[in-house]
């Protein structure tokens, strides 16, 4: 268990990086920018993301592992992860009036459905990440997938009014219930997993590599035969909207890079520098309000951009910077999290989220 969890730590901290990585780029760079170091930070894209609602989810399935529990214990375990979904959730708000990226309350939104579900049987989560995924495709057809939204400045117009919040939460949003959830899903069927297995590492591991060729090679042919833009366009989609042929890609990504670090934690668990890497990946939500807060401000100053204005019409900042700058912060937050653990078992953060929730 113990190497397991060094594992799954690695990967978060990974997604920590990542998430540097996308979020410092879409403010202060260019998602369309072409160079080699453009495309480099562009294959982060929805590929953190992903990976962090996996980690999630598989986070919650760390936490009821057992093979049995009495009901009290099933109703404790259920009030703790509502608790926390709450907390998120809340959090998650108020983040949004200077990040309206935010992903807490669509965490909170996750976490509050699966309380209900989490001790459902193993396979029965396959079979649940399947139906958001269906429902999201079928409101396609119903609801134009760009009400709301203003994408060239990734501004979603009336998230503050009812009908826009409900939208924006189940259907439209940055990590909409409707398909994100299923990854959360997956990360509950992946939890419960043994990956201290090394049959289950590979297995999962070529899974995810087929998944992630496959619509690659589809997406590759895509661009040299005739076929109508509508099907080009859902063949190469890319986060927004997150149509299946990008659903498949990120889950095969998953799949590839939670087993390499599940191997990892299995082979270099006890060193210390795994277990410094996996203190960094421990503090995943202090990790990420810092740097949509104290980051941003940081960057913003050395980049010579205004915050209270437009950022879509100042210069994007050259993306070997935005790498730089995310490899130093990330550097920042692994050393501040190897020194905080020297006197304290969680990050602030998850400290306060605890006290809170139990």
């Not at 990590?175 to 992946?190: K, Q, T, V």
């Not at 927004?240 to 095969?252: A, D, E, V």
Request: proline share 3%.
């Amino acid at each position: 268990m113990k190497t397991r969890i060094i594992g799954f730590d690695l990967a978060r901290a990974y997604a920590i990086f990542g998430m540097f990585i996308v979020n410092f780029n879409m403010v202060f760079g260019s998602y369309k920018d072409q160079t080699i170091i453009g495309k480099f930070l562009s294959l982060f894209s929805g590929n953190s993301s992903t990976v962090f609602v996996i980690l999630a989810g598989m986070g919650i399935a760390l936490m009821t592992n057992r093979s049995e529990y009495s009901n009290e214990e099933k109703i404790k375990l259920r009030n703790t992860i509502l608790k926390r979904a709450l907390f998120l959730f809340v959090a998650g708000l108020l983040l949004n009036f200077i990040w309206p990226a935010d992903i807490l309350h669509f965490y909170g939104c996750y976490m509050f459905i699966s309380a209900f579900l989490i001790f459902l049987n193993r396979s029965s989560f396959l079979w649940l990440a399947t139906l958001p995924i269906l429902i999201f495709h079928f409101m396609i057809f119903i609801i134009p997938y760009e009400t709301g939204w203003n994408i060239e400045k990734f501004q979603y117009k009336d998230f503050y009014t009812l009908n826009g919040f409900i939208r924006n939460t189940f259907y439209n949003g940055w990590n909409s219930i409707f398909p994100w959830i299923a990854y959360f899903f997956l990360g509950i069927f992946l939890g419960r997993l043994n990956w201290t297995e090394i049959k289950v590492q590979r297995k999962m591991f070529f899974i995810g590599l087929s998944l992630y060729l496959t619509v690659n090679i589809i997406q590759l042919i895509s661009q040299h035969i005739t076929v109508s833009t509508e099907v080009r366009e859902f063949i190469n989609a890319d986060y927004l909207p997150p149509f299946l042929p990008f659903i498949l890609s990120t889950f095969g990504f998953g799949l590839m890079l939670i087993s390499g670090f599940m191997y990892l934690g299995n082979k270099i668990g006890e060193s210390q520098i795994a277990k410094n890497f996996a203190s960094t990946g421990q503090m995943t939500l202090t990790h990420y309000v810092s740097h949509v807060t104290i980051g941003m401000i940081l960057f913003s100053i050395l980049a010579g951009k205004d915050l209270s204005k437009d950022l879509t019409l100042q210069q994007p900042t050259d993306p070997i910077y935005v790498l730089l700058f995310s490899i130093v912060y990330f550097v920042f937050s692994f050393y501040f999290s190897k020194l905080w653990t020297k006197k304290f078992k969680n990050g602030p953060l998850e400290t306060l989220m605890r006290r809170i929730s139990g």
